[in-house]
């Protein structure tokens, strides 16, 4: 069966040394704990981005940059093994100055990503900017240190600062690692950007100055994006979400990026093609600040 590519309506499969963006498939579900579907969303985000416009309604095509469409990562076996190959691959694309972007899956695939990113550019510090409904900060979750609950604790044990956007639900033992890491982890939660809403932030002066940009997208609120494993009201509104993103990539270098944690709702394509919008709309963003 042919590949399907990213937005394969309106272009051609570039060579991969010729595009700026390179799209990784990670179909990894193994710790959903509530509602599950996330396996299917990188194929179902690039099989609707091929009703996207080329034209993003931001200020560009962000197709001209390049769209390499990766074979999707083999996601059997232990969390550990699929986290490496994510890793590896990861790494290969920003080593050569391009820019990965994954499509999950649940979140842990982040944790792959991230580390990645960090082996590209040795001895400098990577810095996450999460947008997200959820913290993440657990120790573990259900009997797993790699559930997608605690993928930020993960990231945050290797040393990444982390700058979290978004959050709505936490448990006690979350806010007591923020406590304890105070200088590594910033938040502004959905309680203190949405009413009224904020449309840009400033990243602390310490933050480092390459940064991987995560998008859960629970992140978003529940009543526009509903297919997700654990929808919570409160959230981001559309605009809001892209203003934010396009003040925090203004602000330092983005060497990568994910769009995680989407879960198709089998006859509700709306959906579907919110999400290959915003992974269109995350690109020209990106772009956009990084070479303007």
Not at 31 to 47: F, K, L, M
Not at 168 to 197: G, H, N
């Amino acid at each position: 069966m042919t590949q399907r590519i990213f937005l394969g309506s309106e272009i051609q499969q570039p060579a991969p040394g010729g595009a700026r963006f390179h799209i990784i498939p990670v179909p990894y579900e193994k710790t959903v704990s509530y509602g599950g579907g996330t396996v299917e969303g990188p194929a179902a985000i690039i099989e609707a981005s091929d009703q996207l416009e080329t034209y993003d309604q931001l200020g560009g095509e962000p197709c001209r940059a390049g769209i390499y469409t990766h074979a999707a990562i083999d996601c059997r076996g232990e969390a550990g093994d699929v986290l490496l190959r994510i890793r590896e691959r990861v790494r290969e694309v920003a080593a050569q100055g391009n820019l990965p972007f994954v499509l999950g899956g649940e979140h842990t695939v982040s944790y792959g990503a991230v580390m990645g990113v960090a082996d590209a550019y040795p001895g400098e510090r990577i810095g996450v900017v999460q947008f997200d409904a959820h913290a993440d900060l657990r120790e573990n979750y259900e009997g797993s240190i790699w559930s997608h609950a605690c993928v930020m604790k993960r990231l945050v044990d290797e040393g990444v600062a982390l700058f979290q956007v978004g959050v709505r639900a936490m448990s006690l033992d979350e806010q007591a690692v923020r406590d304890e890491f105070p200088a590594q982890i910033t938040a502004y939660d959905a309680r203190d950007i949405c009413r009224p809403p904020l449309h840009d932030l400033s990243l602390p002066p310490h933050f480092p100055e390459k940064i991987y940009i995560t998008v859960d997208i629970d992140g978003l609120d529940a009543a526009l994006m509903p297919a997700t494993g654990t929808p919570v009201p409160g959230g981001l509104g559309w605009w809001q979400l892209l203003d934010l993103l396009t003040s925090i990539a203004r602000q330092r270098q983005v060497v990568g990026m994910d769009l995680v944690e989407f879960a198709p709702i089998r006859g509700l394509h709306v959906y579907d093609f919110t999400a290959a919008d915003l992974a269109y709309k995350m690109m020209g963003i990106v772009e956009r600040a990084n070479r303007g």
